[in-house]
């Protein structure tokens, strides 16, 4: 942000800017892409990260194609567990942010930091279950 001070009080030294200008690099290392996974079962999305200039200070993860993310536990090495309520396709991104406020754009599958799956039933429906159509 590069602000300081007009003056400084006695005994202190004027703070240096950061030149870390990347941003953290992310990887998703599971599910790979193309696999399929069961909804109603728990799957756990993980990977590692990493930043040349900085220090990876988080990551997130989005299940919907980079709408809403969330934050996976680690930075690192990471991982966030999801459970698919319903089927279909689904692209699932991660994006890392550092200690300096740099934040990672998230790829289109097959990138690094996103993959496509597809959600598919592994036999009776999860319930509750209902016999009204969703409309």
Sequence with gaps: MSAQPATLQSGLIAATASSDNQAPVTTINS????????????????????????????VEVSVDGGVTWQVATGTTNWSFTWTPSSN???????????????????GTPPASNAVTITVGSSGP???????????
Aim: proline share 3%.
């Design 125 to 135: 429906a999860v319930c509750p279950c209902t016999i009204f159509q969703s409309t």
């Design 31 to 58: 599910p790979a892409e193309g696999a399929t996974v069961n909804s109603g079962t728990a799957i756990t999305i993980a990977g590692t990260a990493s930043d040349a200039g900085g220090v990876v200070a988080g």
């Design 88 to 106: 279909g396709t689904v692209t699932i991104k991660s994006r890392g942010f550092d200690d300096t406020g740099n934040m990672e754009t998230a």
